[in-house]
């Protein structure tokens, strides 16, 4: 089949000869792949910056599909159903599935206790292939998968197993009163949804920060806030004190991440030297940037070593830090729902669709922000 | 074998010791959640490693396991097992615990060599590298020409000075 293939930092192709996926529990399914997408944190995989990313991966954790075949132990999907599968791999039994925190699932990644497992995201994730492919296998598939209702464009049904989530609980984590100010650091997707969505909890002013003039365009228009571009205000924290009389941002949203840019100790060290989790910009922005007593919510991605973060103003400022993968799988009715209300348009987020064949150029279109790319979407062969 | 942990070496072993302690637990307020709304609180790690598993799956090919774990999870990913010179870096790191440098730190000069390791095995199945493709060199002409150049221009006179020293040298 057709696969995504990992040969190296930067270097992807799409393999013609990839081994079809085998059913190796009675909880698995086969899926045949209609949709997967490029995620931003895919590219921390691609640039090299994940521990254990082992060449011949297939990446793409943002995938729906048909079911194809399932395992003896499947009860709730049938061969022929169309399903959005959440990008957490999760058994739905274990002391942290069964209190709904699918993220974080105690028996699906025996290579580290502090992920659980996720599609095509390194061996630091559990090493399963991802959605990047024309075959899938999806572990557990009575647990996460959700079969797209009739009314729904795939388009948006591939945006809600990790984009929409992602962002939406970024938004819920903030705790966000009515009339709190928030800022989002990061116009990536990820960011602009997490800044739509927070004006449904019912912030009084949404300020999204990026370096990406495009994005930050896209970003106000979609999310209906402000946009400012960090490289026109001087000192971010200083112009973010300014506009909320000195005191700091109720609410700071970190949806950047290990690789964010503007400060050239933390790019050397996190990003070049990976002598720390990522660059940590962004976080220290955040942290930097929210009131006393505030709420800074993390869900950019880092790395697992240790990262340099103003801890100290952490303490001192009384902030609560929440961070966590999004728990898709706990989220998905109430998006649905919101999806067909009208409330959210996730497919409007999408600029690229792109043959999985054409997979090399995808990656780096996105990864270097060419032709105004938001997000790509790889369609495989016969979807 | 890359860790030698078993289930008993997980034990917490409560016993509730703290239950003779004046004024334990009057505060408790169980409104106090700073998980809200993200965990349906149960306290279900109180009751330790102690759900009914799923079926376990087969075990066919090397997994490295977490050594802060005692066992392999119900299921996990089959693709690319550990093989070669970066194989035995992958086995070294995982002695370590996810908190140690020990653990992180060879597993990125794993893949370093995992790349090389990439490359030579594509020789040797007779297939070269199409660096052009694989690093999207197509869709950067398409979409970002004049940095293209740039950067080809840039390449091509370091290239030409090295090739210059090393030339010189060689007459000298």
């Given at each position: 089949m057709l696969a995504?293939?990992?040969?190296?930092?930067?270097?992807?192709?799409?393999?013609?000869?990839?081994?079809?996926?085998?059913?190796?529990?009675?909880?698995?399914?086969?899926?045949?792949?209609?949709r997967s997408c490029i995620c931003g944190s895919d590219l921390h995989l691609y640039h090299g910056l994940v521990p254990d990313t082992r060449v011949g991966s297939t990446f793409g954790h943002e995938f729906i599909g048909e079911v194809v075949e399932v395992g003896a132990g499947i009860e709730s999907l049938q061969v022929g159903d169309r399903v959005m599968v959440p990008f957490n791999i999760a058994c739905g039994k274990c002391a942290f599935c069964r209190q709904e925190l699918y993220g974080n699932c105690h028996e699906s990644n025996p290579e580290a206790t502090a992920?659980?497992?996720?599609?095509?995201?390194s061996h630091t994730?559990?090493?399963?292939?991802?959605?990047?492919?024309?075959?899938?296998?999806?572990?557990?598939?009575?647990?996460?998968?959700?079969?797209?209702?009739?009314?729904?464009?795939?388009?948006d049904a591939v945006l809600l197993t990790d984009v929409v989530p992602t962002g939406y609980q970024a938004a819920e984590m903030a705790g966000i009163q009515p009339g709190d100010t928030v800022v989002v650091f990061g116009a990536g997707p990820i960011g602009i949804m997490a800044a739509k969505c927070s004006?449904?909890?019912?912030?009084?002013?949404?300020?999204?920060?990026?370096?990406?003039?495009?994005?930050?365009?896209?970003?106000?228009?979609?999310?209906q806030c402000e946009a400012v571009n960090f490289?026109?205000?001087?000192?971010?924290?200083?112009?973010?004190?300014?506009?909320?009389?000195?005191?700091?941002?109720d609410v700071c949203i970190d949806a950047v991440g290990c690789e964010a840019a503007g400060n050239t100790m933390n790019t050397l060290l996190g990003r070049y030297l990976m002598l720390q989790g990522g660059s940590t910009t962004a976080l220290h922005w955040a942290?930097?940037?929210?009131?006393?007593?505030?709420?800074?919510?993390?869900?950019?991605?880092?790395?697992?070593?240790?990262?340099?973060?103003?801890?100290?103003?952490?303490?001192?400022?009384?902030?609560?830090?929440?961070?966590?993968?999004?728990?898709?799988?706990?989220?998905?009715?109430?998006?649905?729902?919101?999806?067909?209300d009208g409330i959210i348009n996730p497919k409007e987020l999408i600029t690229h669709r792109v043959p999985l064949e054409e997979v090399a150029d995808a990656y780096h279109i996105f990864s270097s922000k060419l032709d105004n790319c938001i997000k790509t979407v790889l369609i495989p062969p016969f979807a | 074998m890359t860790d030698q942990t078993t289930p008993e070496d997980f034990i917490n072993d409560r016993q509730w010791r703290y239950s003779h302690i004046k004024g334990w637990g009057i505060d408790f307020d169980p409104k106090n959640d700073p998980t809200y709304p993200l965990k349906k609180r149960n306290n279900a790690e109180h009751q330790g490693y102690?759900?009914?598993?799923?079926?376990?799956?087969?075990?066919?090919?090397?997994?490295?396991?977490?050594?802060?774990?005692?066992?392999?999870?119900?299921?996990?990913?089959?693709?690319?097992?550990?093989?070669?010179?970066?194989?035995?870096?992958?086995?070294?790191?995982?002695?370590?615990?996810?908190?140690?440098?020990?653990?992180?730190?060879?597993?990125?000069?794993?893949?370093?060599?995992?790349?090389?390791?990439?490359i030579l095995c594509d020789i040797k199945k007779g297939h070269l590298p199409n660096l052009v493709n694989e690093l999207g060199l197509r869709a950067e002409w398409k979409h970002n020409k004049k940095s293209l150049i740039g950067k080809s221009i840039v390449a091509a006179v370091m290239i030409g000075l090295v090739a210059y020293q090393f030339c010189s040298k060689k007459k000298k």
């Open positions: 995504m293939n990992y040969r190296g930092p930067y270097r992807v192709r799409a393999d013609k000869n990839a081994p079809l996926p085998e059913i190796l529990h009675p909880q698995d399914a086969i899926v045949r792949v209609l992920v659980g497992g996720i599609f095509g995201y994730a559990g090493g399963y292939a991802g959605g990047q492919a024309e075959y899938v296998r999806v572990p557990y598939a009575d647990v996460g998968p959700v079969v797209i209702p009739d009314w729904m464009d795939p388009d004006w449904l909890f019912g912030a009084g002013r949404v300020i999204i920060i990026d370096q990406v003039d495009y994005r930050l365009e896209f970003a106000e228009r979609y999310a490289r026109s205000i001087g000192d971010p924290v200083v112009f973010v004190k300014t506009i909320t009389d000195s005191l700091g941002a942290i930097n940037s929210v009131k006393k007593g505030g709420i800074v919510s993390i869900v950019g991605v880092y790395g697992p070593i240790d990262s340099l973060v103003p801890i100290g103003n952490v303490l001192n400022k009384g902030i609560s830090i929440r961070a966590n993968q999004a728990s898709v799988k706990r989220l998905l009715p109430k998006l649905i729902q919101h999806v067909q | 102690s759900w009914q598993r799923p079926p376990l799956q087969e075990e066919t090919v090397e997994i490295l396991k977490s050594v802060e774990r005692p066992n392999l999870t119900a299921v996990y990913g089959t693709s690319n097992p550990p093989i070669g010179l970066s194989g035995v870096l992958r086995r070294i790191a995982f002695q370590y615990s996810e908190s140690s440098y020990g653990r992180w730190l060879p597993l990125v000069l794993a893949d370093r060599v995992n790349m090389i390791e990439g």
